[in-house]
């Protein structure tokens, strides 16, 4: 069924989403650029090192917080709503801001300033758990079938922007205030800034129409406890469907560590290790993520056209061919980071900008949140979390290529789960279980709308 939105609803749903989503980008991408400055605020300034190692072991928190949250909200979406559910994580991600932003120092309130940081930290760690398999869920059951994979393409692409914009005050910050201000208030700008983006988010969300798909789920389940029907739980259905919750980890492992490679390491690895000009780094970086931002709707609107499957593939193949060749450009020249960011981001925008509803059309609308969110969750963690430590521990135990083959493995994996994938453009996201195992498949086949 294809829902039948007014475009006062639908411009709603894109731009709740969206702005939601790229704060979720901004909060992360502002913790890591402004560590180095609000880590004495946080823990003891007379050991600068050690406060900021400690700001990065809390940076991972967020990442442990994550299956957790992954798993709370994955089940509230399914049974309250996406919409209540996005409302939730957004408004949780603007108290971790507001409460990092406005916090006491250490010479204040002594080791409460860490806990306090560590609190703020957990709680957005929960929420982005939440975040993107509920905004995932959300737009693809907005979205006509037709025009799935082009909706699904807004994650990446407001999140790029949320990435972009959390760059744009340190810039502008580090030029107007000393190091001195930057430490002790300027840094607190930005959080408070994405604190009040997140209450205006929250009232944005609440305003947004719940999803067909959601609104006939609870139809069914009224009608089930009406006729005494025993209903099926969660679990079971998460089990019945093992295979899609592992080829959801599968897509991920290649995704989330080609991502971080590219996106977070690389830019870094120039400045740290290859001494490359930090401002020109900066630049290339936005410049790469800007032409990353054009080509996602693309590549939605492709997979629309031909499939999910092939460009997927496409993207996957592509990162595994010309990993190591990009990789050689990594030489702390700038121009050359731009290139290689650039070659890049053809590839992983072909798999990022889709991935949202290829996952969302892998389960029913029962568990389709959960279903996504706690395995994207795990393999996140798990993967994404550890890698940037891989890299410097593969790389210096083992040599340059090392942690390139592991990323190579990776991607193969991926590459491997997408094979076992049926093709899903313009799938009908419907509740039927048995439709979306592979039993129901060879049964009835992949419904589809138009």
């Not at 560590?35 to 050690?50: G, H, I, K, M």
């Not at 972009?164 to 000393?178: E, H, K, Q, R």
């Not at 290339?284 to 990353?292: D, T």
């Amino acid at each position: 069924m294809t829902p039948k939105n007014s475009a006062v609803d639908n411009r709603r749903a894109l731009v709740g989403a969206g702005f939601g989503n790229a704060l979720e980008w901004f909060d992360w991408s502002i913790y890591a650029t402004f560590a180095p400055f609000f880590a004495s605020s946080f823990f003891n300034a007379d050991d600068p090192v050690s406060a900021f190692m400690f700001t990065l072991v809390v940076f991972a928190v967020g990442f442990v917080g994550r299956p957790i949250g992954g798993f709370i909200f994955g089940r509230l979406g399914d049974r309250v709503g996406r919409r209540t559910t996005m409302t939730l994580t957004v408004g949780l991600i603007a108290a971790g801001g507001l409460l990092i932003g406005l916090s006491p120092n250490y010479a204040t309130i002594g080791v409460f300033a860490s806990v306090l940081l560590l609190v703020a930290r957990l709680v957005q760690g929960l929420a982005y758990g939440g975040e993107q398999p509920s905004v995932g869920a959300y737009l693809s059951e907005r979205a006509p079938a037709k025009h799935r994979g082009l909706w699904a393409s807004l994650i990446y692409s407001s999140g790029t922007i949320g990435v972009i914009a959390g760059l744009v005050p340190a810039g502008i910050l580090t030029a107007l205030l000393s190091s001195e201000d930057m430490q002790a208030w300027g840094w607190r700008i930005p959080f408070i800034i994405a604190g009040l983006g997140g209450l205006y988010a929250l009232w944005m969300r609440r305003n947004m129409p719940e999803t067909e798909q959601f609104n006939e789920r609870l139809e069914g389940v009224k009608e089930k406890v009406s006729d005494s029907k025993p209903r099926a739980s969660a679990w079971s259905d998460m089990w019945r469907m093992r295979r899609s919750v592992l080829q959801v980890v599968g897509m991920t492992v290649g995704t989330t560590v080609a991502y971080y490679y590219w996106i977070v390491a690389s830019s870094s690895y120039s400045i740290s290790v290859l001494h490359a000009n930090p401002t020109e780094v900066l630049f290339a970086g936005v410049a790469a993520n800007i032409l990353f931002i054009v080509m996602l709707p693309l590549w939605g609107m492709l997979s629309d056209r031909i499939g999910r499957r092939p460009v997927m593939l496409f993207g996957f193949i592509g990162l595994i061919v010309t990993l190591f060749p990009l990789s050689s450009l990594i030489d702390g020249n700038p121009l050359h980071l731009f290139f290689a960011m650039t070659g890049a981001a053809v590839f992983m925008t072909a798999i990022v900008s889709i991935s949202p509803a290829v996952m969302s059309e892998l389960f029913p609308t029962r568990v389709r949140t959960t279903g996504v969110a706690v395995p994207l969750a795990v393999a996140t963690s798990i993967f994404g979390g550890t890698s940037l430590y891989l890299q410097t521990w593969l790389s210096t135990s083992f040599g340059p290529h090392a942690f390139l083959i592991y990323l190579s493995v990776l991607l193969v994996i991926s590459a491997v789960t997408i094979f076992t994938i049926p093709e899903t453009k313009g799938r009908e996201l419907s509740d039927d279980v048995e439709s979306f195992t592979d039993a129901g498949r060879g049964q009835r086949g992949i419904k589809v709308g138009v």
